[in-house]
């Protein structure tokens, strides 16, 4: 079997009393792009957060590229650490910085690269995300919803990363914009083999995207397959998710896309 790129094992979170997650296993091979879905308040945020070490879960183990995610010394862990990226809702760019100094901070903070490689760099990642070298100037509160998911995914990409986690990437654009975005996403994961771990609420999103889907419910994986499989699941969250009117005309629209 393929080595997992990411292992959630017999993970459980609390918060005071209240237990979020409860035995929450998870393994995802390289090249999968995996929509994480569940009801509000689920825990899919908080999962993607411990995925990347913002967040300790209460018990269990979060493994990437066969490692546990801390195991090794400040060295090891920033190696590992340089192999995967998240984009977080909204962007969380750096407000004082411009688009440039926002792509290139990950490249100066890994010390991997001289100022003029940085330059080079950044250039590249801007062309990446289909954005032009004159926005290299503009400062985040100058730039539309869509310019900031792209910077941010920019900045995800500087060092290369083999892993890419996304919190809501769509969510607060319009269909366009969210469609432009997505086919963004899809380019990108294809020519750079990227795995692909995203929280949506957006059935078009997670339909052109996917090719796994994984159900947070009951405080655990209830399901995790390909979306056809995970529709026939006899759930109700399942059931009001994927199988409502909405839903129906979003799944039928991805598919004639
Ligand atoms: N730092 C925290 N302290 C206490 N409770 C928290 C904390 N972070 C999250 N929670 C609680 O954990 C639960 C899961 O939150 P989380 O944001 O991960 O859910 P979600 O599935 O992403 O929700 P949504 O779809 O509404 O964004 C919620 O009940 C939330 O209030």
Not at 144 to 154: H, T
Not at 171 to 192: E, H, K
Request: net charge negative; charged share 20%; aromatic share 6%.
């Amino acid at each position: 079997m393929t080595t997992p790129v990411l292992s959630l094992r017999g993970l459980s979170t609390r918060f005071g009393s209240n237990w979020v997650h409860k035995g929450v296993d998870l393994d995802i091979p390289p090249g999968e792009v995996v929509s994480l879905v569940g009801g509000s308040g689920s825990g899919k945020t908080t999962l993607l957060r411990q995925m990347v070490g913002l967040l300790t879960p209460t018990e269990g183990e979060v493994r990437v590229f066969d490692e546990p995610l801390f195991a090794g010394s400040r060295e090891a862990q920033r190696q590992r650490r340089r192999r995967f990226a998240m984009c977080f809702q909204g962007g969380a760019l750096f407000s004082a910085f411009t688009v440039y100094e926002n792509i290139a901070f990950p490249l100066r903070e890994a010390g991997i690269a001289t100022e003029a490689e940085i330059r080079e760099l950044v250039a590249l990642k801007l062309t990446m995300v289909e954005l032009l070298p004159s926005h290299a100037a503009l400062m985040p509160a100058e730039l539309s919803g869509g310019m900031i998911k792209r910077v941010a995914l920019a900045r995800a990409l500087a060092l290369e990363p083999e892993l890419l986690l996304l919190d809501e990437p769509t969510a607060g654009l319009d269909p366009t914009r969210s469609a432009s975005f997505v086919a963004l996403i899809r380019d990108l994961q294809q020519q750079l083999g990227l795995t692909v771990v995203l929280v949506t609420h957006d059935l078009d999103t997670l339909a052109a995207l996917s090719s796994k889907v994984a159900v947070l419910a009951e405080r655990r994986i209830l399901a995790f397959d390909s979306l056809e499989a995970v529709m026939q699941v006899d759930h109700p969250f399942i059931q009001e998710f994927f199988l409502s009117e909405r839903s129906a005309r979003a799944l039928a629209r991805a598919q004639g896309a």
